[in-house]
């Protein structure tokens, strides 16, 4: 059983910075990529940031130069890092996780929960 566990949402204001992470957990023999996406009220869940097994990094073209996104390997761990927040950042966020399984030969996705990002004054 492979489990990803979000944490770090919340409530800022514009302008503002949050850090969000997810730690996968269970049985795992590999993690390839890893990712974080957003789904708004009324709109269609969307790629903000991935990352590589080795590092390498995509950007949504909305979040370039404010988020960064980052992982510890050996925390089986991904991060977030959201800066100059804005009122369109609100969404609640999901990670995602491209994982082999212990015992199985072929990766499988895997998404989170969610947290919810709210922008506001």
């Known amino acids: 059983q492979v489990q990803l566990v979000e944490s770090g949402g919340g409530l800022v204001q514009p302008g503002g910075s949050l850090r969000l992470s997810c730690a996968a957990s269970g049985s795992i023999f590999r993690i390839n990529a890893m990712g974080w996406y957003r789904q708004a009220p009324g709109k269609q869940r969307e790629l903000v940031a991935a990352?590589?097994?080795?590092?390498?990094?995509n950007y949504a073209d909305s979040v370039k130069g404010r988020f960064t996104i980052s992982r510890d390997n050996a925390k089986n761990t991904v991060y977030l890092q959201m800066e100059s927040l804005k009122p369109d950042d609100t969404a609640v966020y999901y990670c995602n996780a491209d994982i082999v399984a212990s015992g199985r030969y072929y990766p499988s996705g895997y998404w989170g929960q969610g947290t919810q990002v709210t922008v506001s004054s």
């Open positions: 990352i590589s097994s080795g590092g390498r990094t």
